[in-house]
């Protein structure tokens, strides 16, 4: 089947079966690898990836689905060479050790930012259930979210 | 995953055809039960008939006092919906605790309740409520009657969900005891007063979700956690797994059933 859609603000388009999963279809055809697939069983959340501005799971979903869809992968997140804040923040605070899950926990992130840009550190554990890392622990990822969420609303208040 | 036609119909008329004319084909909503049981190659559809995103099968509304939510409404919109907060917030925060923030970005209400998996958080609710499940076929089910066994419903191969019309109780909540890994229901209980009685659902405890009527009675005799504690739950009929034996699962049904009232208020 032929699809179309807008990766990263970019259109593309390609053949595939209807079983191809989004996440083969951006990493395969579009050679996008910084969506991970970690557990093939949609649980750890590597592969998460924002489909028309919401936060889903790329491994669980087919690529026909997405059809027409805008996506946002952890390519699209920095602008103009510069790191998003929860890219820098990860840096800064180290919230990562082997980095297979980051891209999933970024993406994760940022669709809670988007939602809610002033969580608790609670709302953050709580948010972070369908995303697993085997290294950390979470605590740095936490601080990391918790600080990009302080940066961003900085942002926003500057922006005004 | 093995092969299949996919197609995405325009109207729910058009789906009804396709799945009538294609005996092993297979409906997609949210796809977040669905999607992981093809990759374990659990299932060979000839065809994949995608209603996710079919606007009759959307939609959240006020109806005679309650809510009517279309069978493609995800778990996310339900939880975030300020007239189900304002109506029913036990089913609210229901929806709000299914699994993690990225399936209940794509879940549906229609998938869940059709899949009937045991453990599932929203049949509790269809049952607890006394909702009526509403089908293409015209059909209005009653939610006692719609839930016939494990994975099995009373929908006819050909019949798709529509919506499901949730009535407003005096006070209900919903109390789980969720797996860790999964946040699937080891033991799930909803708890409602309403304007025909009190309802228990259980979810996660047995092959498929039922009303503990024992709990009813005592609870319709006095609304108090003495009366709960005052029942026994047989455990011969309940689940028993590597998660939960089924006597820790009878034990769980009353905690969640205190927890769920003390919710209620």
């Known amino acids: 089947m032929r699809i179309s859609m807008t990766v990263n603000g970019r259109a593309v388009s390609g053949e595939v079966e209807p079983r191809t999963l989004l996440v083969e279809f951006l990493r395969n055809q579009l050679g996008l690898t910084g969506t991970h697939v970690g557990c093939d069983t949609s649980q750890c959340g590597c592969c998460v990836v924002h489909v028309d501005g919401v936060s889903a799971k790329s491994c669980t979903m087919l690529a026909v689905q997405a059809d027409g869809c805008s996506v946002t992968t952890i390519e ?62 979470y605590h740095n990822i936490v601080k990391a979210i918790l600080a990009a969420a302080q940066t961003m609303r900085g942002m926003a208040k500057a922006a005004e | 995953m093995y092969a299949f036609n996919y197609h995405r119909p325009a109207s729910l008329a058009e789906a009804a055809r396709l799945l009538a004319s294609n005996p092993e084909a297979k409906l997609l909503a949210g796809g977040q039960t669905y999607i992981p049981t093809l990759k374990q190659r659990l299932a060979r559809p000839s065809d994949v008939i995608d209603i996710g995103g079919l ?49 209940r970005n794509r879940g549906t209400l229609g998938g869940s309740i059709a899949n009937n998996d045991p453990a599932a958080d929203y049949p509790a609710a269809v049952v607890g409520l006394g909702a009526t499940v509403r089908t293409s076929k015209g059909r209005a089910i009653a ?6 066994g494990m994975f099995e419903t009373a929908l006819e191969p050909d019949e798709i969900v529509t919506a499901v019309h949730f009535p407003k109780p005096e006070k209900a909540a919903y109390a789980k005891f969720p797996n860790p890994a999964s946040r699937y229901a080891i033991v799930g209980v909803f708890l409602a ?3 025909s009685g009190i309802r228990v659902a259980v979810t996660g405890a047995a092959p498929c979700v039922f009303r503990a009527t024992a709990l009813e009675q005592a609870l319709a005799a006095s609304w108090s956690a003495a009366s709960i504690d005052s029942v026994t739950i047989d455990p011969s009929n309940l689940n028993s797994d590597i998660h939960a034996q089924a006597d820790y699962r009878a034990h769980l049904v009353k905690v969640m059933a205190k927890r769920a009232l003390a919710a209620a208020g």
């Open chain 1, 76 to 137: 699209g997140l920095a602008q103009g060479g510069k790191l998003h804040p929860l890219q820098q923040a990860f840096h800064e605070h180290h919230g990562l050790q082997c980095g297979f899950c980051t891209p999933g926990m970024i993406m994760s992130a940022a669709d809670l930012l988007q939602r809610n840009p002033d969580p608790t550190e609670h709302e953050v554990r709580e948010w972070l259930e369908g995303n697993l890392c085997r290294c950390t622990g």
């Open chain 2, 55 to 103: 606007a009759e099968l959307k939609g959240i509304t006020e109806e005679a006092g309650g809510v009517t939510i279309g069978a493609a409404v995800r778990h996310a919109e339900v939880a975030g919906s300020a007239l189900v907060r304002r109506l029913i917030p036990a089913l609210a925060s229901l929806a709000e605790g299914i699994g993690d923030p990225q399936v």
């Open chain 2, 193 to 195: 007063k309403t304007a």
């Open chain 2, 143 to 148: 939610g006692d009657a719609f839930f016939t």
